[in-house]
């Protein structure tokens, strides 16, 4: 019972004695010591997959004056209890909000890993080894500040061992100690042994490095933006995805980043900022506001998720060709690409998904579509009629007598 020794006397002694987790006030009574104790206890439970989730996180890293006990109690209150509402939470709530959307985030990643959907499944899980403790550790090199082979010398020169360009999972797979490969896929992303900690290497703190799943990566690249393109990134915090954007445009262009969460736009901030990126307009509203037919945002469109669950992938591509026929197409991308979408509509094999069995990383879905132009047939069709054989005779008369100015057309004139 260490865990409830040390957390009830910390929060007892820390907290004021009408602040509260739960809705607790610690005051001397008997039923707030026995909700407290459960409290704890669920906490207990949980155990395994709070370490995983803080240790994932950096909690501890980045915040050395908060005690382990006391971060599980309440990051399964943040993550996993009711969350902290009105006053609750006391002079720890500014610490939490600070790593909210990295906690959920890595929560999130976890139930992807283990397969499961609901917290309560986490539970069920043995927490023996499985394919997600075997995913490597994959570091994106962000071009806006750094190059690739610069960053691979500075590993070299604190004792890292190169070994060139993986040419299959089997060599990802293989990765030991301080050894590492540059992805056989993507371009700029080097591969790590699993569970190679880099959150305190100065050039992830300088924004050189960014610590990014494979699959993650997948959305930008198959999104090619072209420097100078306009972007919108829906649901953009964290903003790793929204940083690799930067760097595939060069900072050239314009990224709108719409979440509707200000705590995580606030972090999504600091991260863009340490990563260098200039072009990004960041929005606090919900992007299904925006008008479809704005010029700015007509450009191709990625569906991606961190989930393998059918009716978030799969099912939203359907719906989506079906309720728009004949305005997109399905994109077939990286033909490579070992595991694909699911066969439960015809071109469902275009889309991508990975997990750690199959792909080496984590669990995560991306299909690409593409805006269909009119055929020409159809615009024709659709053209007024041409006009008389006289109106070509009058137009030049107008233009030869009045250069420079377009003529009226009959129509117009009608107007």
């Known amino acids: 019972m260490a865990l409830y020794a040390t957390a009830a006397s910390v929060l007892a ?148 061992s190169y070994q060139g360009r993986a040419s299959s999972l089997e060599d990802l797979r293989a990765l030991k100690g301080k050894c590492f490969l540059l992805d056989p896929l993507l371009p700029e992303l080097l591969v790590f042994p699993a569970q190679t900690d880099l959150h305190d290497h100065p050039l992830y703190r300088a924004g050189h490095l960014i610590l990014q799943d494979k699959a993650s990566c997948l959305p930008a690249v198959l999104l090619a933006p072209p420097p100078g393109s306009h972007v919108i990134d829906a649901c953009a915090a964290p903003g790793n995805k929204t940083s690799h954007l930067a760097a595939l445009l060069k900072n050239q262009g314009k990224i709108f980043a719409f979440d509707l969460d200000a705590g995580r736009l606030a972090s999504m901030a600091t991260l863009l900022a340490r990563a260098g990126v200039s072009c990004c307009e960041l929005a606090e509203e919900d992007f299904l506001a925006i008008s479809p037919s704005d010029q700015r945002y007509r450009q191709r469109l990625v569906y991606s998720t961190c989930s393998l669950c059918q009716e978030e992938n799969e099912d939203v591509v359907r719906d989506a060709l079906q309720q728009n026929s004949g305005t997109f197409r399905l994109v077939p991308v990286l033909p490579s690409w070992p595991h694909r979408g699911l066969g439960t509509f015809p071109g469902a094999e275009r889309c991508l998904r990975a997990s750690p069995e199959t792909t080496l990383t984590g669990g995560f879905f991306v299909a690409v579509l593409e805006r269909v132009e009119a055929p020409s047939s159809v615009s024709r069709a659709e053209a007024p009629a041409p006009p008389p054989e006289a109106a070509p005779r009058r137009k030049r008369r107008r233009r030869a007598a009045a250069p420079g100015v377009p003529p009226r057309t009959e129509q117009e004139g009608k107007r």
């Open 13 to 160: 002694g820390v907290e004021s004695r009408r602040g509260s987790i739960k809705g607790l006030v610690y005051a001397s009574s008997f039923q707030n010591v026995k909700q407290l104790y459960a409290l704890v206890c669920e906490t207990q439970r949980y155990s395994s997959v709070l370490d995983a989730v803080i240790t994932s996180a950096g909690l501890l890293r980045a915040e050395k004056k908060l005690r382990p006990h006391l971060a599980k109690v309440l990051v399964y209150e943040l993550l996993l209890g009711k969350g902290f509402k009105g006053g609750s939470g006391g002079r720890w709530k500014p610490l939490l909000d600070r790593h909210q959307a990295r906690l959920k985030a890595e929560l999130a990643r976890l139930k992807v890993h283990r397969g499961v959907s609901k917290n309560e499944d986490l539970l069920q899980v043995e927490s023996k080894p499985g394919p997600a403790s075997q995913v490597p550790r994959f570091v994106r090199v962000n071009t806006l500040k750094t190059c690739c082979d610069d960053a691979v010398d500075y590993f070299k020169r604190q004792g890292f």
